[in-house]
C-alpha cells in the first residue's frame, strides 16, 4: 500500500511526463538545501531538548512517586492528547507575542517586551508541545519497567544515587528514550504547524517547502520530490536510531557472557 | 532537598504541557473575537455558536467513531506486526519493518493526497470508513514501535516454557504474552486513538462530506480564527478529562475491593 | 493438563495463516460495520457544495434552508490548490457545487468540471453592470461562474502606530522605524502584486523578464523589515496582537473584522492600487440537482445571500450586488461603512471604477513556479 501511494503521487501530474527535471530542479536549489538544514537541527534540537527534559520527570515519575501518583501523572500526560495541537499552538501564538501573557509578567518586572514568536524559538516551542506528551509517556513506560533491586543494589555497592542514574537507569531504559527521541525527531520534522504557525515561516522548513511547491504552479511532482528526501532522511535517522539501541544491547549481552 | 527539586522540575513540565490549554480555557469565555489582552467581558457566546451549528455534534461523533475503529484496528495490527518481528526471522524482515514505520514519515499533505488517489481507485473514498483507513495506515507504525519495545523487554524463554507446559500457540499467547503486552496495549490504544482525535490533513482530503472534528477545527481556526474551536477544545478536553478520571475511580475502586478480597 | 510435548516453537505456518485470517477478519468487521457505511446519498434535498471556509455556516445559508427545506452539505477549503486536487481526486458526482476564485474558474473550465450556466435563470440585473459580463466568468460565449464576493488587497495597518497619510503608497513597507513590524501573507500571489503594484506596474502580473528581476530586488530589500509569513489567523493574531503594524495583501474584509472587535486597524487602497479578489460560484458539470443548485445559486446572489455574505463573521467581503448594497446601507450602516459600500465619493465601486482595484491574474510572462521560486526566496533569505 505504501509503495502504491508512492507510486501514484509520483505519477499524478498534470501533464503525463516521466522525467528527472524536477528532482534536478529541487535538489539544485540552494534555499532547498538551507531549509533543509534548518529542519534538520530544528528536529534535531527539539529531540535532545525534549529528551532532556522530560527525563527527570519520567524518573520521578517511574521510579520515586507512589504508585497513586504514577498514575495519576499517566493520566495527566494522556489529558493534551484529546485537544487539539492546532488550537494549543494557536494559543502558544497569543501567549507568547509582544503583548502576550508572558511579556506582560516580564514587563512587570520591569522587561522589555521579547521577541518569542516568528523565530526558531518559536518554533522550538511547537515542536515540545507536540512530542513532549509522547516521550513523557514512552520514557515512563521503559522507567517503570526497570527493576528496582538493580537500583538498590547499586546503592548497596557504594553507587551515589547520580551514577546510579547514568549508570543502571539510563542503560535500561535505553530502548524506550531512543525510540521516544526517534518518535520525537520523526514528528518535528515533518510538522508545518510549528513552523508555519509559531516560527512564521521566516525562514521556511522543508514541510513549509512542500506546501508551496504545491500553491505555486500545482507543482505535486515537486513536493513529492521533497517528501522522498525527507522520508529518506527519516529512515537513515530512525535506522541510526536503532543500530544505536540493538548495536548497544549486543554489546551489554556479551559482556554479560563473558 | 533533592526529592523537592525533583518534584517542583515535575510540576514545572506539567504546567509547560497544560499553559495552552488552560489559557484557551480561558479565553473561550472571553467575549473577544480576536484572542488577547487585557481579557474583556466574560461571555458564553462562543459555547453558544458551537451548539447553534447542527455540524458541529454530527462531525464530533463522527471523530469519535473514527477514533475508536482507528484505534482498535490499528492495535490489532500493531501488535501483530511487532510480535510477528519479535517472533520470526524470515527473509525481508528488515524491509518489512521499513515499511512499517514509513507512513509517519510521509508528509502529511502528500500523504493526504496519495490517500485520496488510492482510495477513490478502489472506490472507497469520501467517507468515515475512508478516514479509518488512512488512519490506521498512519497509526499501525506507533502501535507496532510501542508494542515491539513491550515484547523486547520480555523474558525470551517466558514463551518456550509455555510451549514446554503443553500451551497451545494460541493460549500462550493469550495467557502469557497478551497479559505481559497489556499496558502497552492500552497505551497503543490510547495513542492511535489520539493521533486520530487529532489528525485533519489527511482526513480532509479523504473524508469527503463526511467530515471530522479536527478538519471543522482546522477551518475554524486557520482560516476564520474563530475562539469557537477555544469552546470546543475546552469542551472535549473537560469530557476526556472526565472520562480519565471515572476510570481512575473506577480502577481505584476495583483494586479496594480485589484488596479486601485478599 | 493437556497433553505435554516439547515443542520449542509453534508450527510457524499456521500461526502466521491464523494471524492473516485474523487481520482478514478484523478487515471485513471494520468495512461491514453499519456505523460506517451508509447508503450513498442520493437524497434531492441535499446539497453538495465545495467552498471557502464560513461559507457553509449556519449565519449564511440559514435562510436558505429554512426557506427551501434543501440542506447544505459542504466541504469547506482554505487553498485553492488543494481545493483542485480534492476535486480532481473525488470521484464525479461528490459536488453539485464549487464556489471558487475566478484564476481557478478557469483551472476548473479547462478540466471540463463546469456546467454551462443560463444568464436568464438569475437576477443579473441586481448587479453593478460591471459585474453583469465579467470577463473572467465567460468561456467561448458562455457562463461558467458567477461572483458571489469581491474584496481588494491593499495595505492593513494599525491606525495608532500609523496614518492614513502613511499608507497612502506600499513606499511605507521599506521605512526603517517598521523594522520586524512588517507581515506579510504565506501567500506569493496578492503580496507579489501589491510590490509589483507598487512599483507602477499597471499590469501588475503582466510584466516583463527584466521587469521580474527588479520585482524580485525590490521585494528582497524588503526583507530587513519582514516579522513573519503568515496563514489567515496569523494575519489576524498579528494586528490585533501588535505583531505587525502593517500588512500587504490585506483589505477590508480583513480591517472590518477586526474593528468589528474594536481593534485599532484599518485598510487602504494605495494610490498605486490594490489587487482584487473575487469569489464565484460554479455548477459542477452532470449534477443531478441541477434545479436545486440553481436555487442556491440564486439565494447566493440575491439580496439575502448577498447581504450575509458580506457581513459574515469569517470575514467580510464585498458583493456584485447593487440591491444588497442598498439594503446592507439601510439595515447595517456601520457594516457598510467598514466595508465602504456607501454613496460617498470614495466609496469602493468609485475606486474599482478609478481602475485602482486591479483583477488578480496568473503571471502571464513567467511560469507560476518562477514567481513562487522568488517568494521562496525571499522568505529564505
Known amino acids: ?12 501530474q498534470l501533464a503525463p511526463d516521466f522525467s528527472f527535471s524536477n528532482w534536478v530542479t529541487i535538489l539544485s536549489a540552494d534555499y532547498v538545501w538551507d531549509a533543509y538544514a534548518r529542519s534538520f537541527l530544528g528536529a534535531g534540537l527539539a529531540s535532545v531538548l525534549v529528551t532532556l527534559l522530560a527525563f527527570p520527570c519520567a524518573y520521578y515519575l517511574g521510579l520515586k512517586a507512589s504508585p497513586r501518583v504514577r498514575l495519576i501523572g499517566a493520566c495527566l500526560i494522556m489529558a493534551p492528547f484529546f485537544t487539539s495541537f492546532l488550537v494549543r499552538a494557536y494559543t502558544w501564538r497569543t501567549m507568547l507575542g509582544d503583548q502576550g501573557v508572558i511579556n506582560a509578567i516580564l514587563g512587570w518586572f520591569g522587561f522589555e517586551p521579547v521577541q518569542m514568536i516568528n523565530n526558531l524559538f518559536g518554533s522550538i516551542i511547537g515542536y515540545l508541545t507536540l512530542v513532549m506528551p509522547l516521550v513523557l509517556l514512552l520514557q515512563l513506560f521503559s522507567l517503570s519497567a526497570i527493576d528496582r533491586r538493580l537500583i538498590e543494589a547499586a546503592h548497596n555497592l557504594g553507587c551515589g544515587p547520580y551514577w546510579a542514574i547514568l549508570r543502571v537507569v539510563v542503560p535500561a531504559a535505553k530502548t524506550g528514550i531512543i525510540l521516544a527521541a526517534a518518535f520525537s525527531f520523526v514528528l518535528a520534522f515533518g510538522d508545518l504547524i510549528s513552523p508555519q504557525v509559531l516560527g512564521g515561516s521566516n525562514p521556511p522548513t522543508l514541510s513549509i517547502l512542500i506546501v508551496d511547491q504545491v500553491r505555486g504552479g500545482l507543482q505535486w511532482p515537486r513536493a513529492a520530490v521533497i517528501a522522498v528526501v525527507m522520508v529518506l532522511t527519516l529512515i537513515t535517522v530512525v535506522t541510526a536510531a536503532m543500530v544505536m539501541t540493538y548495536g548497544g544491547n549486543r554489546r551489554q549481552s556479551i559482556r554479560g557472557k563473558s | 532537598m533533592g526529592l523537592f527539586l525533583l518534584r517542583s522540575y515535575v510540576v514545572l513540565i506539567f504546567l509547560f504541557i497544560f499553559a495552552p490549554i488552560l489559557v484557551s480555557f480561558v479565553f473561550s469565555f472571553s467575549e473577544n473575537r480576536f484572542p488577547s489582552l487585557p481579557l474583556t467581558e466574560y461571555s458564553l457566546v462562543w459555547y453558544q455558536r458551537v451548539l447553534d451549528e447542527p455540524a458541529f455534534l454530527d462531525s464530533f461523533k463522527r471523530s469519535l467513531t473514527v477514533a475508536g475503529w482507528t484505534s482498535v484496528l490499528s492495535t490489532c495490527l500493531g501488535f501483530g506486526g511487532a510480535y510477528v518481528d519479535y517472533r520470526y526471522r524470515f527473509l525481508g524482515q528488515k524491509v518489512y519493518v521499513a515499511l512499517g514505520i514509513v507512513p509517519p514519515m510521509i508528509p502529511v499533505l502528500i500523504l493526504g493526497v496519495a490517500m485520496l488517489i488510492f482510495l477513490s481507485r478502489i ?17 499501525t507504525p506507533f502501535s507496532m514501535a510501542i508494542n515491539r519495545l513491550k515484547l523486547s523487554q520480555m523474558d ?10 503443553g500451551a497451545t500457540p494460541w493460549a500462550t499467547m493469550r495467557t502469557v504474552i497478551l497479559p505481559f503486552c497489556l499496558p502497552a496495549i492500552l497505551a497503543s490504544f490510547f495513542i492511535t486513538a489520539a493521533i486520530s482525535l487529532d489528525e485533519f490533513a489527511i482526513a480532509w482530503f479523504v473524508s469527503g462530506l463526511e467530515e471530522t472534528l479536527p478538519v471543522r477545527v482546522l477551518n475554524l481556526v486557520a482560516r476564520q480564527s474563530s475562539p469557537s474551536v477555544n469552546a470546543i477544545g475546552s469542551f472535549t478536553f473537560t469530557m476526556s478529562l472526565t472520562l480519565i478520571i471515572l476510570a481512575q475511580l473506577v480502577l481505584i475502586v476495583s483494586q479496594r475491593r480485589s484488596g479486601r478480597n485478599e | 493438563m493437556k497433553k505435554i510435548g516439547n515443542k520449542n516453537t509453534p508450527p510457524r505456518s499456521r500461526s502466521r495463516r491464523k494471524f492473516l485470517r485474523q487481520g482478514v477478519a478484523a478487515g471485513a468487521v471494520a468495512l461491514s460495520a453499519p456505523m460506517l457505511i451508509r447508503p450513498a446519498k442520493a437524497d434531492k434535498q441535499v446539497l453538495n457544495w465545495l467552498t471557502y471556509s464560513g461559507h457553509s455556516a449556519e449565519e449564511v445559508i440559514g435562510p436558505f434552508t429554512e426557506a427551501t427545506g434543501i440542506k447544505i452539505q459542504a466541504k469547506e477549503y482554505a487553498d485553492g490548490e488543494k481545493m483542485l486536487a480534492l476535486i480532481h481526486g473525488s470521484p464525479a458526482g461528490t459536488f453539485d457545487l464549487v464556489t471558487s476564485d475566478a484564476p481557478y474558474v478557469e483551472l476548473l473550465v479547462k478540466s471540463n468540471l463546469l456546467q454551462a450556466m443560463k444568464p436568464e435563470d438569475y437576477d443579473l440585473d441586481s448587479f453593478f453592470p460591471e459585474f453583469r459580463s465579467w470577463e473572467q466568468h465567460w468561456f467561448d460565449g458562455k457562463l461558467m461562474a458567477l461572483m458571489t464576493s469581491w474584496g481588494y488587497n491593499g495595505l492593513a495597518y494599525n491606525t495608532e502606530k500609523l496614518s492614513a497619510a502613511d499608507v497612502s503608497s506600499y513606499d511605507v513597507m521599506w521605512r526603517d522605524d517598521l523594522k520586524g513590524k512588517l507581515g506579510m ?6 503580496i507579489m502584486g501589491c510590490i509589483s503594484a507598487g512599483m507602477g506596474h499597471k499590469d501588475p502580473y503582466n510584466i516583463t523578464n527584466e521587469q521580474f528581476d527588479a520585482l524580485k530586488k525590490r521585494m528582497f530589500s524588503l526583507k530587513p523589515n519582514v516579522a513573519g509569513f503568515w496563514n489567515f489567523a496569523g494575519v489576524f493574531d498579528s494586528l490585533a496582537n501588535g505583531g505587525a503594524y502593517v500588512i500587504p ?6 480591517a472590518g473584522l477586526l474593528q468589528r472587535a474594536n481593534h485599532k486597524i484599518a485598510s487602504a487602497v494605495p494610490k498605486e492600487g490594490a489587487i482584487m479578489w473575487t469569489e464565484s460560484v460554479s455548477i459542477v458539470r452532470g449534477t443531478p440537482r441541477l434545479e436545486q443548485a440553481n436555487k442556491l445559486v440564486r439565494y447566493l446572489t440575491g439580496v439575502e445571500g448577498q447581504t450575509r455574505l458580506m457581513t459574515k463573521s469569517s470575514y467580510m467581503a464585498n458583493g456584485p450586488s447593487r440591491t444588497a448594497w442598498d439594503h446592507l446601507a439601510k439595515i447595517n450602516p456601520r457594516e457598510a461603512e467598514m466595508l465602504h459600500m456607501t454613496e460617498k465619493e470614495d466609496n469602493i465601486m468609485n475606486v474599482l471604477r478609478d481602475g485602482r482595484i486591479i483583477p488578480r491574474r496568473l503571471p502571464s510572462n513567467q511560469s507560476m513556479e518562477t514567481w ?4 521562496t526566496q525571499f522568505q529564505n533569505l
Do not use: K
Not at chain 1, 1 to 12: L, S
Not at chain 3, 249 to 254: K, L, V, Y
Not at chain 3, 372 to 375: K, M, R
Open chain 1, 1 to 12: 500500500m505504501v509503495v502504491m501511494t508512492f507510486w501514484t503521487v509520483r505519477n499524478f
Open chain 2, 123 to 139: 472506490g472507497l473514498s469520501g467517507a468515515q470508513h475512508s478516514v479509518v483507513i488512512a488512519h490506521v495506515v498512519l497509526c
Open chain 2, 156 to 165: 525470551q524463554n517466558l514463551e518456550a516454557a509455555a510451549w514446554n507446559l
Open chain 3, 185 to 190: 501573507r504565506d501567500w506569493y500571489l496578492p
Open chain 3, 249 to 254: 495583501g490585506c483589505g477590508d474584509w480583513i
Open chain 3, 372 to 375: 513562487q521560486e522568488a517568494y
